[in-house]
């Protein structure tokens, strides 16, 4: 059994005028005739799979359709086509800050942040102390979380996600925040997750970091599957030779495998 | 397999508890950040109100109406608490919008949490309201107990009232000010510092439409007259409560995928 199964997931958008006009022209327009709605598919028939222990690199250009879909994997978003089946918990870094409120403090956030993530208190209190020393954030705990350098809030915000040993952890471009000594002990510690059984998506522009941590790659253009392949170094070559513009995307050979 | 299902129900259970104790934290703390006088303001806000009112229509009606303040009071803690439960809840599910958007929680425990802020308030203005009406010289009664019933439903009704502004306030933000507009109309006609026996027949069948003045009938009776309410007071509050409030449960339902398109 799979722990995450993706089949032929689509996701659509809702674009056009709706959002930016207020009740008034809504009525004139729905009146006229001229109210439309467009539709904008963000993910188109996406396919794959990922057993226990996988890390899976997603790449892509931007508005490739990657976050829009670890959205749906989330639960955030619906598929509007397909299902997406998983099993145990997911814990999701999608926005380093999100969530987070400046008003409050350090300590505050944390346990918020957590509620969020859907922990329990006993939990929470539980874990605390761990939380804080791992984000090195110890003499900070009673400062207001506007008071934060950015690093220091992403080192929290991947504290609080990563301590728990999800089943499936979520990482939205990032690990390419933190300074270069957080960088490595946050890379350790998600090896240590991973080593642990949990399956990791993992989206980043760093090919560098996929190359090294991913053994499987899914690879998205405009919406459309290009490749899913274990072959991660092929993958990863073809698609910088296609940012360069050496390659066209019908010519990439690594969408063979596994597809 | 009956008890993995029973785990994962408490488990859920105590999830979006936590979630909604810290959710109703972050709100107070906000509400109050840097006011010298934190939630007193909750307080003093009605009391300068009610004193303001007090002032004011004590010419044209206190000579008519016995324990005007009392009276004034009934009317003032019902119309503020719909008033600012529901204005207060109109915005919640845009000013948490990044948090939805991002991370997979329940959409209505922001709503949740932002009522218990004012039902708290408002059961502390209750409080003062019954230290009043012990300074008005309202004969207390076991009666009072029956205040429970129009509290309960009140709160029900402004947290279906909130639902359904939240979930229109994403699609047309045009409705923050039509509902101030509203409130106004609201709070002349329900009857908040007058007595509605001076129209005539007819006219105050019309009353009786409004579910605000029909909780602020509510109070009167009990506190003012000593009087039970008559049953189908009771039936019209209890069904106009579950009315909007499973409406806007069903607008939640329906509508939470589509949230994200509009932010």
Known sequence: MSIIEVHNVSIRY???????????????????????????????????????????????????????????????MEPTHGYIRHEGRISSLLELTGGFDDALTVRENTFLRGAFLGYTRQFMNKKYDEIIQFAELEEFQAHLFSQLSSGMKS???????????????????VLSVGDG?????????????????????????????????????LWLNKGQQIAFTKNVREACDQYEAFLDGNLDISEVTARKELN | MLRQKIQTYTLKIKQNQFLFEELVKRDFKKR???TALGMLWSILNPLLQLLIM??????????????????????????????????????????????????????YLFLFAKNAQSWINFVLILGIYFVFCALDHVAFTWKFLMLIFPVV????????????LSALYIFFLDIKYFWGIFLQLLQYVSALFYQIDTFSPAIQKLFYLNPIYLYIAYFREIVLYGIIP????????????????????????KYNWEFLYYI
Request: charge should be positive; proline fraction near 2%; hydrophobic fraction near 45%.
């Open chain 1, 14 to 76: 809702k674009k056009g005028n709706f959002k930016d006009i207020g009740l008034k022209d809504y009525i004139i327009r729905k009146i006229r005739g001229t109210y439309h709605v467009e539709d904008f598919w963000a993910d188109k028939d996406i396919n794959f799979s990922l057993e226990n222990g996988d890390m899976l690199g997603i790449i892509g250009t931007n508005g490739a359709g990657k976050s829009t879909l670890l959205k749906a994997i989330s639960g955030v």
């Open chain 1, 155 to 173: 080192r929290l915000a991947f504290s609080v996600a990563s301590l728990i040993r999800p089943d499936i952890l979520i990482l939205d471009e």
């Open chain 1, 181 to 217: 000594a957080f960088r490595k002990k946050s890379e350790a510690k998600m090896m240590e997750i991973i080593r642990g059984g949990a399956t990791t998506l993992l989206v980043s522009h760093s090919l560098d970091q996929v190359r090294s941590l991913c053994n499987k790659i």
């Open chain 2, 32 to 34: 109050y950040a840097r």
């Open chain 2, 54 to 107: 007090r002032l004011v229509f004590t010419h044209f009606f206190a000579d008519r109406i016995p324990h005007y303040t009392t009276f004034l009071f009934s009317g003032m803690i019902v119309f503020n608490y719909f008033s600012e439960s529901t204005r207060e809840g109109m915005t919640t599910l845009i000013d948490n919008a990044p948090i939805f958007s991002k991370i997979n929680v329940p959409k």
């Open chain 2, 153 to 164: 439903c009140l709160a029900v009704f402004n947290i279906g009232t909130g639902l359904v």
């Open chain 2, 230 to 253: 008559s049953l189908t007071l009771h039936i019209a509050i209890l069904a106009e409560a579950l009315l909007v409030f499973f409406l806007g449960v069903w607008i939640y339902k």
